[in-house]
């Protein structure tokens, strides 16, 4: 992803102290020249002539994306995303934050409700993507496209898959929905080791 749709706005320092990363385009950035104007209290250099040392930050926003296709798999939900800003006006899988206490299949249960109307308990994870300052849980599932609605100021929209590349889309939608339409994956973890 382009740093250039994203200010970062939301930087975080690694869990290794070594770098930042945005959670909201999962960018990974270099430190600033001045690390003072950045960390929190918690992790700031120490003052005793020891090397600099840090705490382990806790994991970032966990969330969770869903791709509901019909069941000949020719259309899938999609939502046409306000924010954040580097999403703004893409499409992009209906899906949101895990809340505190909930599992991700919970999560994405009650964000595809809260977005598209529609109470869907068969999903399936088939992806996890993992980077130092969290994660994202993909899930896939089937059923009448032609239920859901707009239960939020995004849009939803059906789309025909075999159209998908001439919409405005997040750019790993171009793996990521082949992928989920394919019944033959089982689960996989992409994680970012840089």
């Not at 770098?19 to 918690?42: K, M, Q, V």
């Not at 800003?85 to 999560?107: D, F, H, Y």
């Not at 529609?118 to 009448?144: N, Q, S, Y």
């Amino acid at each position: 992803m382009e740093s250039a749709l994203c200010d970062h706005p939301h930087a975080k320092t690694t869990g290794d102290g070594k770098g930042r990363y945005c959670p909201d385009c999962f960018t990974h950035l270099p430190l600033p020249a001045n690390p003072d104007s950045i960390w929190p209290p918690e992790i700031q250099p120490a003052e005793t002539g020891k090397p600099i040392t840090y705490i382990e930050a806790p994991i970032a926003t966990q969330y969770v994306v869903g791709f509901f296709f019909s069941v000949d798999y020719q259309h899938v939900v999609l939502i046409e995303k306000l924010k954040p800003a580097w999403q703004k006006g893409k499409l992009n899988g209906v899906g949101g934050k895990i809340e505190p206490g909930e599992t991700p299949e919970q999560a994405m249960q009650r964000e595809f409700r809260e977005e598209a109307g529609l109470d869907v308990v068969t999903w399936r994870k088939f992806c996890v993507l993992k980077w130092r300052g969290g994660e994202v849980h993909f899930f896939t599932a089937t059923g009448d496209v032609y239920r859901v609605y707009s239960a939020t100021e995004e849009i939803i929209r059906r789309i025909k898959v075999e159209h998908l590349e001439v919409f405005q889309i997040i750019p790993n939608l171009r793996w990521l929905v082949p992928m989920a339409a394919d019944g033959n994956i089982g689960m996989a973890t992409v994680e970012d080791i840089s």
